[in-house]
């Protein structure tokens, strides 16, 4: 399993959506005051678009297959929150058309503490 979701997670990175892109351009190299994001980061048995693992916050970008997926993404959410992460999600079009928006949520969140227990250092998650 684990060696699938490295696979999975490699892919994702090499077919990233539009929006997917653009965000990226903007958390990567430490580029939003200096917090560090990781892309389709595995966590436990889940992938995860983009983590900034030292402020324990997941930044998931929704398509419209996740219209059609919506009790799936909320126990996913609920057990990415159950290992100490905040978890913000985002539909792609929302990242298209409202870049600012969204990235004033994140720095909002990264400058919020966490309501839930910092996440398991790197070595101790599953």
């Known amino acids: 399993m684990k060696r699938l979701n490295v ?3 490699r892919s994702l990175r090499v077919d990233q959506t539009d929006a997917e ?15 560090k994001f990781r892309r389709q980061h595995e966590i436990g048995r889940y992938i995860a678009d983009f983590v900034c693992p030292d402020a324990g916050l ?5 398509g419209g297959q996740h219209g059609e997926q919506v009790i799936y993404d909320e126990l996913r959410t609920l057990e990415l929150e159950a290992m100490g992460y905040r978890v913000l999600r985002f539909w792609n079009n929302d990242v298209l058309k409202n870049l600012d928006g969204v990235i004033e949520m994140i720095l909002e ?10 996440p398991l250092p790197e070595g101790e998650r599953e």
């Open 109 to 118: 969140a990264l400058a919020s503490p966490a309501p839930h227990p910092n």
């Open 58 to 62: 997941i930044v998931e970008l929704d």
């Open 21 to 35: 892109q653009l965000l990226w351009h903007h958390l990567r190299s430490r580029r939003l005051q200096g917090w």
């Open 7 to 9: 696979d999975r997670a």
